[in-house]
């Protein structure tokens, strides 16, 4: 019997320690709760809670102590960042004279923890990290940039991003002619086209990428095509007809003259090119004059523009009443020779014709038995029509003292047949 009472006087504590037990258990779980879900846990896990440095990693420090040894630099980890005196010999010598006590810059984690507890800091890796991450950023975007050419080689030029080294191929290049070798094998690498580039700036695009192979193309070829499209764009949104611009010529051909308007080429009709005659565009312009052009067409759809030269000149044959009269004598160069007569340049881009009959005061059988194209002869006005756009010049009748009333009318006027006259008007 004393056995069974014990054992159920146990029993009986035995659920009472069991209750306190519980009791004590749910209470800590409140308290525990209540500590997770108070505001303030939240603000202490984030302002205060130290964070474990990985290698690799590129952290915001501030410089706390300088010594001719170490750096020490604070990154918010639960032990100071220190920059060895061997990543000091090694650092840029300004980069080193610039550091200063309370100074924020960026670092790069070497090792998370050394065998003293500190953080292993690199400052110079944090650079070039930071500028393959800017170069990175460049290629992904496509991005045209300027920078400063380092140097050249054989092969190129070298071109920085911060302390990345990149190349720029010289079948990249456009600013740049190389030179060929007498042998005409390879290019001269003491190219003096390409030592005068070192320190110029240049826009550049990256085209290829590596950083495993330390790999870095550039093109100044890409960047200008790619320069000269938004160029474009933005100049056909801009550009209004009838404008005035100033512009470079770019290139000259059997048609006409392309000007560089800034990014966008325009065209000069060779018939926009001057109210004389001209047979091709080097007779009044070459490449690399600047010049001021009159905007004639813009087609937006075809991303097409036509200039004109001439226009912003007065038209001579407005004013040739008020220069020219019946029995003056002109300077005149002969342009073009014909069956009929030979045409002459007066001064104003304006010609005139020299019928075969006013050449000489014998019969002759071609014009050519008596003047050449770019012959220059004193000349005697002997016929104006303004509004027909003509002009009647002699060479006989030079040495006449007057010339009164004179009528001549071409073979061919007022017939069904173009008189020879016609081929005078520009």
């Known amino acids: 019997m004393e056995d069974k009472r014990t054992a159920r006087d146990l029993g009986e504590g035995g659920g009472a320690l069991r209750q306190d037990t519980i ?41 706390m102590q300088i010594t001719p040894n170490e750096v020490l630099i604070d990154v918010s980890s639960k032990s100071e960042g220190i920059v060895t005196g061997r990543e000091l010999e090694r650092m840029d010598p300004e980069m080193r004279k610039s550091l200063r006590v309370g100074q924020e810059l960026l670092v790069y984690v070497v090792r998370p923890e050394d065998q003293d507890g500190n953080v292993v800091l690199s400052l110079t890796r944090a650079q070039i990290e930071a500028d393959w991450r800017k170069a990175e950023e460049l290629y992904a975007a496509e991005e045209i940039f300027e920078a400063q050419v380092a140097g050249h080689n054989k092969g190129g030029l070298i071109v920085r991003i911060g302390r990345v080294r990149g190349f720029v191929p010289s079948s990249q290049l456009v600013s740049i002619r190389r030179r060929r070798s007498e042998e005409g094998e390879g290019e001269d690498s003491d190219d003096p086209e390409l030592a005068k580039a070192v320190g110029k700036s240049l826009r550049f695009k990256i085209i290829e990428l590596d950083r495993r192979r330390n790999r870095l193309i550039l093109s100044e070829r890409a960047a200008a095509r790619e320069w000269r499209r938004e160029q474009k764009e933005k100049l056909l949104s801009e550009l209004q007809e009838n404008e005035v611009r100033t512009g470079v010529v ?34 009044v312009l070459k490449v690399g004059d600047e010049v001021e052009v009159y905007v004639l067409h813009i087609d937006r759809e075809r991303r097409r523009i036509a200039l004109s030269l ?21 300077q005149g160069t002969i342009t073009k020779i014909t069956n009929f007569g030979a045409f002459a340049r007066l001064d104003g881009d304006v010609e005139g014709l020299i019928h ?62 173009p008189a020879p006259e016609d081929e005078a008007s520009t």
């Not at 051909?253 to 005659?277: K, T």
């Not at 001439?310 to 002109?330: A, H, M, T």
């Not at 029509?385 to 001549?408: C, F, H, M, P, Q």
């Open 23 to 63: 009791s004590e258990t749910v209470a800590l779980v409140q308290t525990t709760n209540l500590a997770t879900t108070h505001p303030m846990a939240s603000l202490l896990e984030s302002e205060y809670a130290y964070k474990t440095p990985q290698h690799g990693d590129i952290l915001q420090g501030i410089i």
């Open 250 to 283: 770019s290139s000259l051909c059997d048609f006409g003259a392309f000007v560089d308007l800034g990014g966008a080429d325009g065209l000069i009709h060779l018939s926009e090119l001057s109210w004389g005659r001209v047979s091709h565009p080097r007779e």
């Open 310 to 330: 001439k226009r912003l000149q007065p038209e001579p044959w407005s004013q040739i009443d008020e220069r020219y009269e019946i029995g003056q004598l002109v």
């Open 356 to 417: 075969i009959s006013e050449l000489s005061e014998q019969r002759i059988g071609h014009p050519r038995e008596v003047v050449q194209e770019g012959q220059a002869l004193e000349l005697r006005v002997i016929r104006i029509d303004s509004a027909r756009k003509r002009i009647g010049l002699s060479l006989r009748r030079v040495n006449d003292a007057e010339i009164e009333d004179y009528t001549w009318e071409p073979e061919g006027e007022g017939t069904d047949n």
